[in-house]
């Protein structure tokens, strides 16, 4: 018995042998756009290529797939039946692999930066609600503050427009920045003159400064209209300890909304004089723009819906 392992002509192995991919792809290209030329600009080959290609498929298949006359071509009955075949098949080559290249930027592992004090007060406890809504999505949080490097294996950032970005960078706008007076509940009568007008900050009210925001309190003074508090107090290393402080009851501190609208809520901090717009904003940094559906434009819709 012969066997039809070398694909003797005629035979079922032959009959159900494809052709070079890559002569399917040029003839693809060819009828689609009934111009060799074209199609070789297209694919990045020479015209030469593409006919060539085209006319090795024909002598495979022993049909004539194109008509030829006067320097252009027009597809046969048989050219368009395997035209519009070879367009499906490419077609369903390429939604697998849109597909699985979605797949794999889900299981990616996202680093965001975000500043510390945001992270801690604001993010992170509204960060299961961004895990449920993505439970796919790997994104790990690291806190940073200042100047970054996307080279230094971070994705996206979150930080305040108070210093110059990396060249180049794309920036979503996300919240204004917005920041008022804030302190304990029992403090404010002792603290806030609240007689006939708004309520004032007073004489002898501790402010708690930071470092890490040196000018917090000439910030809001500048944007709200209002005096300096005139009394010394106590500085801290970090904007958040501040905060702390200023729930301890230590003293008044400068508090962000988006930093103290949880505490305010629970009734830990009051702020007598509401919260003015400093001229600040935070933003999402990434380093090229994205595109809709991506792991970066899912997330920046989750953070203004937080906001």
């Not at 368009?80 to 939604?95: E, F, I, N, P, T």
Request: contains cysteine; hydrophobic residues 40%.
């Amino acid at each position: 018995m012969i066997s039809d392992k070398f694909g003797e002509s005629g035979s079922h192995t032959q009959q159900r042998r494809l052709p070079s991919l890559l002569a399917l792809r040029c003839f693809e290209a060819a009828a689609r756009l009934e111009n060799f030329s074209r199609a070789a600009d297209e694919l990045h080959v020479t015209h030469g290529a593409v006919s060539r290609a085209v006319r090795l498929l024909e002598e495979d298949l022993g049909l004539a797939l194109f008509e030829r006359r006067s320097r252009r071509v027009y597809l046969t009955a048989d050219g368009r039946m395997l035209a519009h075949a070879v367009s499906q098949g490419l077609d369903l080559m390429r939604d697998a692999v849109a597909e699985l290249r979605a797949r794999a930027r889900q299981h990616q592992r996202w680093v965001l930066s975000c500043e510390p004090t945001l992270l801690m007060r604001w993010l992170i406890p509204r960060w299961p609600d961004f895990q449920a809504r993505h439970p796919g999505l790997e994104l790990h949080l690291v806190a940073g503050g200042g100047p970054f490097s996307f080279a230094s294996g971070i994705d996206l950032a979150i930080r305040r427009d108070d210093f110059a970005w990396p060249a180049g960078c794309h920036a979503e706008p996300l919240f204004a920045e917005r920041t008022g007076p804030v302190c304990r509940p029992d403090r404010q009568a002792a603290w806030f003159r609240t007689g006939k007008g708004s309520p004032r900050l007073h004489a002898q009210a501790p402010p708690l400064h930071t470092h890490t925001r040196s000018g917090a309190w000439q910030d809001w003074a500048q944007a709200s209209g209002q005096p300096l508090p005139p009394a010394s107090g106590q500085s801290f290393e970090h904007f958040y300890f501040s905060l702390q402080a200023a729930v301890a009851g230590l003293g008044v501190a400068i508090g962000p909304w988006h930093l103290v609208q949880d505490d305010i809520a629970n009734g830990l901090l009051v702020a007598p004089m509401g919260f003015v717009d400093d001229g600040s904003r935070y933003c999402l940094l990434s380093p090229q723009p994205w595109t809709p559906g991506s792991v970066q434009a899912d997330l920046l819709t989750w953070l203004r819906a937080a906001a």
